[in-house]
């Protein structure tokens, strides 16, 4: 079984409060877009796991990886033994805000419920309020990430209300030669308080309040992400932003043909990994 896991975008980013826990409560936006890593499922007769990743490469050994951190925790709760092969393939970069490890733990629970539902005409193994609190364990954007629809979130990431009128755009993404771990992000990051925040039904409530106030530290600490913001904007996007808590910086475009250029004029100057994309309605993994 072959999936696509999305990336996410966050036109909207608000930090509220940092609870006792160490989490923060969290106002945003996020958004899929039509980029993807791919993950391959196949089951082996050995009794045990076995994993693969192609297109990144991390110090950390394969039982840290999200990818295989959520198989062992499906195994725990689905109360079975994944004898699997599976494959990931990067596209998404690491480090750069923009959900690539979420999205493949929240693949891949998805994939594991249905591969070991009971019957065929079983929804899942697990009911779908287990595998969110599965998700939510592993990672606050994970839960998001098993039905990807633009929503607004709250709370730490487990408070997800879908936004049905939200509108379309194009997307030229870039990833510049450096990752911002997220936690040093938060730290440099003071929480405000808000208690309204900016509907978005059309392109120009888009255009018009695009925010993220990991921009207020984020900007003065690496340069380059006004520099790649003001690139994007020159070169025909009509807002420009830093995705999540960084490193990767996203223009937005409603039409494809300015997009288009601005994807071929940002790619010759060697910036870093630069991606043309769009968003998502919806995106189902099978």
């Given at each position: 079984m072959k999936i696509r896991t999305p990336a996410k975008i966050n036109p909207q980013l608000y930090i509220l409060s940092q609870c006792d826990d160490g989490f923060h409560e969290l106002y945003m936006h996020m958004v899929p877009v039509s980029l993807f890593d791919t993950l391959s499922f196949s089951q082996n007769n050995k009794q045990e796991l076995k994993f693969r990743m192609n297109g990144a490469s991390f110090s950390a050994t394969p039982e840290e990886n999200l990818v295989v951190r959520a198989i062992r925790s499906f195994e725990k709760a689905g109360g079975i033994t994944a004898s699997l092969d599976v494959v990931l393939e990067k596209t998404?970069?690491?480090?750069?805000?923009?959900?690539?490890?979420?999205?493949?733990?929240a693949g891949t629970l998805k994939v594991l419920n249905h591969i070991y539902r009971e019957s065929s005409s079983a929804e899942g193994l697990l009911p779908p309020e287990t595998l969110a609190e599965l998700a939510l364990e592993l990672g606050s954007d994970v839960p998001f990430f098993l039905e990807p629809t633009p929503s607004e979130i709250r709370g730490r990431g487990e408070k997800i209300n879908p936004l049905q009128e939200y509108p379309k755009f194009y997307v030229v993404i870039i990833k510049?030669?450096?990752?911002?771990?997220?936690?040093?992000?938060?730290?440099?990051?003071?929480?405000?308080?808000?208690?309204?925040?900016p509907e978005v039904k059309s392109f120009n409530d888009i255009k018009n309040h695009l925010y993220n106030q990991f921009e207020t530290s984020l900007l003065a600490q690496y340069p380059v992400l006004s520099e790649l913001k003001s690139l994007l904007l020159q070169n025909g996007a009509f807002g420009a932003l830093v995705s999540g808590s960084g490193s990767a910086v996203f223009g937005v475009f409603n039409n494809k043909k300015q997009q288009y250029h601005a994807f071929i004029n940002l790619?010759?100057?060697?910036?870093?990994?630069?991606?043309?994309?769009?968003?998502?309605?919806?995106?189902?993994?099978?």
């Open positions: 998404i970069p690491s480090g750069a805000g923009l959900g690539g490890g979420s999205g493949n733990t510049p030669p450096l990752s911002i771990p997220t936690q040093e992000a938060y730290n440099n990051c003071q929480p405000e308080v808000h208690t309204t925040f790619s010759c100057l060697h910036i870093g990994k630069i991606f043309s994309c769009e968003t998502l309605a919806t995106h189902r993994y099978y």
